[in-house]
């Protein structure tokens, strides 16, 4: 990664344009609706809020375990592609851990952290939490492929 390129405010803004690419264009991860919370580009970690809604729960009226999961692995895509200098990534792995409940109108937060970032495979933890709660209600690891197509928005 080219040191004078990619830095905290680069990270900061590259990812901020690359969530609302994405929410622009209408398909399952916009409906989520990512937000921006912070990164450390030095620790190579990323924060980012979602508001919980009626339509992703399941029938105990808490998070489905399938957006609990897309959740992690929204952020940590994010965070891998970045890291990979804008290169497309894909899912090898995700292994998650279902601590809490999540209720609608919870806001949570993914904290995700890139564990080792190789030539071809980034591997990721990440937790989610419920600041309103001090409660860590999920936690995971996953691993990434760094596929050579770079993304560029349209």
Same mark, same amino acid.
């Given at each position: 990664?080219?040191?004078?390129?990619?830095?905290?405010?680069?990270?900061?803004?590259?990812?901020?344009?690359?969530?609302?690419?994405?929410?622009?264009?209408?398909?399952?991860?916009?409906?989520?609706?990512?937000?921006?919370?912070?990164?450390?580009? !030095?620790?190579?970690?990323?924060?980012?809020?979602?508001?919980?809604?009626?339509?992703?729960?399941?029938?105990?009226?808490?998070?489905?375990?399938?957006?609990?999961?897309?959740?992690?692995?929204?952020?940590?895509?994010?965070?891998?592609?970045?890291?990979?200098?804008?290169?497309?990534?894909?899912?090898?792995?995700?292994?998650?851990?279902?601590?809490?409940?999540?209720?609608?109108?919870?806001?949570?937060?993914?904290?995700?952290?890139?564990?080792?970032?190789?030539?071809?495979?980034?591997?990721? !933890?990440?937790?989610?939490?419920?600041?309103?709660?001090?409660?860590?209600?999920?936690?995971? !690891?996953?691993?990434?492929?760094?596929?050579?197509?770079?993304?560029?928005?349209?």
């Amino acid at each position: 990664m080219a040191k004078s390129l990619y830095n905290q405010e680069h990270m900061e803004e590259s990812i901020k344009h690359f969530i609302n690419s994405i929410n622009n264009q209408k398909k399952f991860i916009s409906y989520v609706n990512p937000q921006f919370k912070s990164c450390d580009f !030095t620790n190579k970690e990323l924060v980012l809020k979602f508001n919980i809604q009626e339509w992703e729960l399941n029938p105990q009226n808490s998070l489905h375990g399938g957006i609990t999961a897309s959740v992690l692995d929204t952020t940590f895509g994010y965070l891998a592609h970045y890291f990979s200098e804008n290169r497309y990534v894909t899912t090898i792995s995700l292994t998650t851990n279902y601590l809490k409940p999540i209720w609608k109108n919870d806001t949570i937060e993914v904290h995700g952290k890139i564990a080792s970032l190789g030539k071809n495979i980034v591997n990721l !933890t990440g937790e989610i939490n419920i600041p309103e709660r001090n409660i860590i209600a999920a936690t995971a !690891t996953a691993s990434f492929m760094i596929l050579q197509n770079k993304f560029y928005s349209k």
